[in-house]
């Protein structure tokens, strides 16, 4: 099905007049790095500086599952993403400007040079406290300037950083440092967001409660008053005064690791992604180049949290080795007020302004005012990331953010592909709301049926990738069996995405949502099983089985089926302390939205929860239950329903 002519819209002239690829550039770049891929992507490694350029370029496979790119290049993406540019003249030009949660609040600018100067000051500091070469560093910040040094400093001498996002709870925290016998945390004493105070290092206190480690490295930030504790917390402040003024980049092996990234998945506890050197910085400033058409001396706002792994790449890395001017942003959409973004865009005359459709939804909601009382007028790209945009959020995103005349990229990937998969790029290619687009180059996308049947021309399926990219996952971090089982055993010899998909008859791909048990909140990737666990440590649940409905606003909602042990009576004080436990386990992002109190689960005579159908009464889709007779106990759906319609 191709879509109508009314839903393609045209790349704007202004896109078109300056792109730094036009479509018959797409074509026929896009040729070359399918016909001969290691050549193409020898030549976009010279993208980056190399200490030892590479003569191997690629060297995988996914049966057995073994990725290497750049297996015999040396290189330190810090060098590439600070060093680099001061040593070209351009130490002056800005690297990151700061805009704190309160618009009263100080504004930061740090240039290429200042930046050289705090990662060093850092890096020096971590080397001081013991971090060497292939320590596991977790950092637990809030949106500020030392996020980003943080992440830097740790890649410069080689450490492997694991950030973990600062809605994440306490045992959330502690899980990750235990998963990767992390010994060392940077976090700061608090950060803001919406005026709310939010306590990181008592987070990271009641964490190590339960998993020790060997030393804090405390920022001062919100100016909370927190708990030092003697021999294990250092105030960067005053650790800091005395580091000397050096510290040269590690060399890295391109397959030495970067960054562990935890991220949900259908089953069991998070998985830490683990992404390597060398094709990962070639992945994410390749992809910045060509998806964000950027130009030097513009600012590019990417909304996305350092805690996710679109803040790891167009946040710091793909930007920063870009010598791009990147503005980093406390606060949230709405606070103080419903323009707070347009304000911002506004204050800081970004040109480049890259979100999610989540947010996208909630500012549409409250009116386009907010919008036309800012002068929008220095953008000239909009950018969606996360989760599928429906067309009428992409519709309000065009008109009135960019009153008609700016290119939307509605960007695909995923934490394991690195950087960005599918999009359209601006200037080259038209749009469809509400689809992705093309593939990025080297990228190979295929459809395939529950049976692994390939799937050619217009159709619908899960979408798999048949060649690897260099910024490809390498490994689940000490889990190799749990990665190969996840990624390349559902369709043997593929990537599969866990996505559903349709090909339209222009080669535009329309990502349909997860067909695994991961739901989608706000952009932010949820393993249903992680909330059910969470569910079931409460003495009184028997069993909870979690789904997701759609939300208005956050795109999929967190729905819980729970049954409680005998003789327990469902209460609202009951239903609160399921949220709570939630919430604390792994934190407020998946508090749940319904609690629905069940007799009973369906499940088939076998014993296996039918998902399927509980899905279809979280979603009020009563009608295509499909067929119950093999349940166990059919008469048990009729409850279910009268329980979800009295919400
Ligand atoms: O389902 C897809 C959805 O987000 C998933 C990946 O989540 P995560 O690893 O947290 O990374 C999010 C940011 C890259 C995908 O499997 N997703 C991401 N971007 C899009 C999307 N779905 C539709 N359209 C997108 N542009």
């Not at 222009?506 to 695994?516: K, L």
Request: glycine content about 10%; overall charge negative.
């Amino acid at each position: 099905m191709t879509a109508p002519d009314d839903l393609l819209v045209k790349a704007p002239a202004a896109a078109i007049a300056r792109t730094h690829c036009t479509a018959s550039q797409y074509d026929a770049l896009y040729q070359q790095s399918i016909d001969a891929p290691d050549a193409f992507w020898a030549d976009q490694a010279t993208r980056i500086d190399w200490i030892t350029p590479p003569t191997k370029i690629s060297n995988w496979s996914y049966d057995p599952v073994d990725i290497k790119w750049y297996e015999d290049g040396l290189l330190n993406i810090c060098h590439n993403a600070v060093d680099r540019h001061v040593a070209a003249g351009k130490g002056e030009s800005t690297a990151l400007i700061f805009e704190p949660d309160s618009p009263d609040g100080e504004v930061r600018s740090l240039s290429y040079a200042e930046l050289l100067t705090e990662v060093i000051r850092m890096a020096g500091t971590l080397k001081k406290m013991g971090v060497t070469k292939g320590d596991r560093v977790t950092i637990y910040m809030p949106m500020i300037i030392e996020g980003a040094v943080a992440m830097l400093a740790c890649a410069r001498i080689g450490a492997i950083h694991s950030v973990i996002f600062g809605g994440f709870s306490p045992d959330a925290i502690a899980g990750r440092i235990e998963d990767c016998s992390s010994d060392f945390v940077i976090c700061a004493d608090g950060g803001l967001r919406g005026g709310k105070h939010i306590p990181l290092k008592a987070n990271v206190d009641a964490a190590l409660n339960k998993t020790p480690v060997r030393s804090v490295l405390v920022i001062r930030h919100s100016g909370a008053d927190v708990t030092m504790t003697d021999g294990r917390d250092h105030w960067y402040h005053e650790v800091s005064q005395d580091v000397v003024s050096e510290c040269p980049c590690e060399p890295m092996n391109a397959e030495d690791p970067l960054f562990i990234l935890y991220t949900s998945g259908s089953t069991g506890k998070p998985k830490g992604v683990l992404h390597t050197t060398g094709g990962y910085a070639v992945w994410t400033a390749a992809t910045f180049h060509y998806a964000f058409d950027y130009r030097e001396g513009e600012i590019f706002w990417c909304t996305a949290d350092i805690g996710w792994v679109t803040g790891h790449s167009y946040v710091i890395y793909g930007p920063l080795q870009n010598g791009a001017s990147v503005l980093m942003f406390e606060g949230v959409p709405n606070y103080p007020g419903h323009d707070r973004f347009w304000q911002v865009v506004d204050k800081h005359k970004v040109n480049i302004f890259y979100t999610a459709p989540t947010a996208i939804r909630a500012l549409m909601r409250e009116g386009d005012d907010y919008v036309t009382r800012h002068d929008l007028s220095s953008l000239r790209l909009l950018g969606s990331v996360g989760e599928p945009i429906n067309p009428e959020a992409w519709r309000w995103y065009h008109d009135t953010v960019g009153k008609g005349a700016l290119p939307i990229i509605d960007t695909w990937w995923q934490t394991e592909t690195g950087g960005v998969m599918i999009t359209t790029l601006p200037g080259a290619h038209d749009m469809k709301p509400g689809s992705a687009g093309r593939p990025f180059f080297g990228i190979q996308p295929q459809l395939v049926d529950n049976d692994g049947a390939v799937l050619t021309g217009a159709t619908s399926g899960n979408l798999c990738i048949t060649h690897s990219w260099p910024g490809q996952a390498r490994t689940l971090y000490g889990d190799h069996d749990r990665f190969v089982q996840t990624y390349f055993a559902t369709y043997k010899g593929k990537y599969f995405t866990g996505d559903g998909c349709r090909r339209d008859e222009d080669g535009y791909y329309w990502i349909t949502g997860r067909v695994d048990d991961v739901i989608n909140v706000s952009g932010h990737r949820m393993g249903t099983a992680e909330v059910e666990s969470a569910l079931v440590l409460h003495d009184k649940v028997a069993e909870a089985a979690v789904v997701g409905f759609p939300h208005d606003i956050k795109g999929q909602g967190i729905y819980c089926y729970v049954t409680l042990n005998a003789g327990i009576e469902p209460s609202e004080a009951l239903e609160a302390e399921l949220r709570a436990q939630v919430r604390r386990e792994i934190g407020p992002i998946a508090t749940p939205d319904h609690i629905h109190f069940a007799p009973a689960l369906p499940k088939t005579r076998s014993g296996k929860i039918m998902r399927r159908i509980l899905r279809k009464i979280a979603e009020n889709d009563f009608g295509s239950l499909g067929d119950t007779s093999t349940l166990a106990d059919p008469s048990l759906v009729d409850g279910l329903i009268e329980g979800r319609k009295a919400r």
